[in-house]
């Protein structure tokens, strides 16, 4: 099978998808001309013009709520916001509105909408522009949350995504924008709440979200060969909704659970994660629960700075050494 960068297969899936269905149209900061902040969205403007591929004013705001009035005309908005961010602009119109839309109106309304983003961190962006805030967004019901570390998998969840009713929002992750993995021609969807063992085991679970499914991965080879550990890396692929039967599944067999993510350790992902395992599994665990995540401050600038702030392979190894004493 080809391989193409994860980049690609997003670019791929977009053109695809408005080659399938005139509805479909894109909007955001500078995504036309310029082909995207990360060239995400590069050749679109020619192939599809500027009615279909629309360069927006510098409001989150406006893109968001532009969106949310287009999708309750019928029409399919693919939004970008540049950096994950900046996302606290558009809180309103996404959460309050476009999440709530279908309760409001007792079912008749949906809003059919893409909110793409992308987090920057371990790309020296700052700490207004490399933040990975996901579980903002696990108490925003109504909408779902995509958090695609494969090119495989970036296609197939927005191809899906592209058939939800309601609003998804698309995390992408910056660090991953030119890894390469296979990815069949043609069109195919990645499930929503269904998440993928990317590598079996036997002694411990890492569930792992976005940029730190390849770092598990690297820890899982690392440690079957330097210590007879075997590690089952667990990739969730979508937050909300989440597939806790694998997780939980997976921790019942290996006893041990690392929760391996990008965003701070204080009320993210890992703890809603964590929490579920001790309701559904705790008789199970051999050993207490482990989140490897980033620290609670912001995101450093300085390059040496940033990289000792992130999570990484060898934290993740050495988190998990500890639990086989």
């Not at 909408?113 to 522009?129: E, F, K, P, V």
């Not at 939800?164 to 390469?180: D, N, T």
């Not at 067999?253 to 395992?277: N, Q």
């Given at each position: 099978?080809?391989?193409?960068?994860?980049?690609?297969a997003?670019?791929?899936?977009?053109?695809?998808?408005?080659?399938?269905?005139?509805?479909?149209?894109?909007?955001?900061?500078?995504?036309?001309?310029?082909g995207?902040?990360?060239?995400?969205?590069?050749?679109?403007?020619?192939?599809?013009?500027?009615?279909?591929?629309?360069?927006?004013?510098?409001?989150?705001?406006?893109?968001?709520?532009?969106?949310?009035?287009?999708?309750?005309?019928?029409?399919?908005?693919?939004?970008?916001?540049?950096?994950?961010?900046?996302?606290?602009?558009?809180?309103d119109?996404?959460?309050?509105?476009?999440?709530?839309?279908?309760?409001?109106?007792?079912?008749?309304?949906?809003?059919?909408?893409i909110?793409?983003?992308?987090?920057?961190?371990?790309?020296?962006h700052g700490?207004?522009?490399?933040?990975?805030?996901?579980?903002?967004?696990?108490?925003?019901?109504?909408?779902?949350?995509?958090?695609?570390?494969?090119?495989?998998?970036?296609?197939?969840?927005?191809?899906?995504?592209?058939?939800?009713?309601?609003?998804?929002?698309?995390?992408?992750?910056?660090?991953?924008?030119?890894s390469?993995?296979?990815?069949?021609?043609?069109?195919?969807?990645?499930?929503?709440?269904?998440?993928?063992?990317?590598?079996?085991?036997?002694?411990?679970?890492?569930?792992?979200?976005?940029?730190?499914?390849?770092?598990?991965?690297?820890?899982?080879?690392?440690?079957?060969?330097?210590?007879?550990?075997?590690?089952?890396?667990?990739?969730?692929r979508?937050?909300?909704?989440?597939?806790?039967?694998?997780?939980?599944?997976?921790?019942?067999?290996?006893?041990?659970?690392?929760?391996?993510?990008?965003?701070?350790?204080?009320?993210?992902?890992?703890?809603?994660?964590?929490?579920?395992?001790?309701?559904?599994?705790?008789?199970?665990?051999?050993?207490?629960?482990?989140r490897?995540?980033?620290?609670?401050?912001?995101?450093?600038?300085?390059?040496?700075?940033?990289?000792?702030?992130?999570?990484?392979?060898?934290?993740?190894?050495?988190a998990?050494?500890?639990?086989?004493?």
């Amino acid at each position: 099978m080809r391989e193409i960068t994860y980049l690609e297969a997003i670019n791929e899936a977009l053109r695809e998808a408005m080659e399938r269905e005139k509805k479909v149209f894109l909007m955001g900061e500078q995504i036309g001309a310029y082909g995207g902040a990360f060239k995400v969205t590069s050749g679109l403007l020619q192939k599809f013009g500027p009615e279909r591929v629309m360069d927006t004013p510098i409001s989150e705001a406006a893109i968001v709520g532009a969106a949310v009035g287009a999708s309750l005309l019928g029409l399919k908005p693919v939004a970008e916001i540049m950096y994950m961010d900046f996302m606290p602009l558009s809180m309103d119109q996404l959460v309050t509105h476009a999440a709530k839309l279908h309760y409001f109106s007792g079912g008749q309304l949906e809003a059919g909408m893409i909110l793409r983003t992308q987090y920057s961190l371990g790309r020296a962006h700052g700490a207004q522009h490399s933040g990975f805030l996901p579980a903002w967004f696990l108490q925003a019901p109504g909408l779902k949350v995509a958090v695609p570390s494969t090119p495989y998998d970036a296609k197939g969840l927005l191809n899906a995504a592209l058939k939800e009713r309601g609003p998804v929002l698309f995390v992408e992750g910056a660090m991953l924008y030119k890894s390469k993995g296979e990815v069949p021609e043609g069109y195919y969807e990645v499930p929503f709440g269904q998440a993928e063992v990317k590598r079996g085991g036997k002694d411990i679970t890492v569930v792992a979200i976005s940029r730190m499914v390849p770092e598990a991965l690297a820890t899982a080879e690392s440690l079957a060969s330097s210590k007879g550990i075997e590690v089952e890396v667990v990739d969730p692929r979508t937050i909300q909704p989440l597939d806790k039967k694998t997780i939980v599944d997976s921790v019942k067999k290996t006893g041990r659970l690392v929760v391996a993510s990008d965003d701070m350790k204080t009320g993210g992902v890992g703890a809603e994660i964590g929490a579920t395992v001790f309701e559904e599994a705790i008789d199970y665990l051999k050993a207490p629960l482990v989140r490897v995540c980033s620290p609670d401050i912001p995101v450093p600038f300085a390059p040496p700075l940033e990289r000792e702030y992130m999570p990484n392979a060898q934290k993740l190894e050495q988190a998990i050494e500890k639990l086989f004493p």
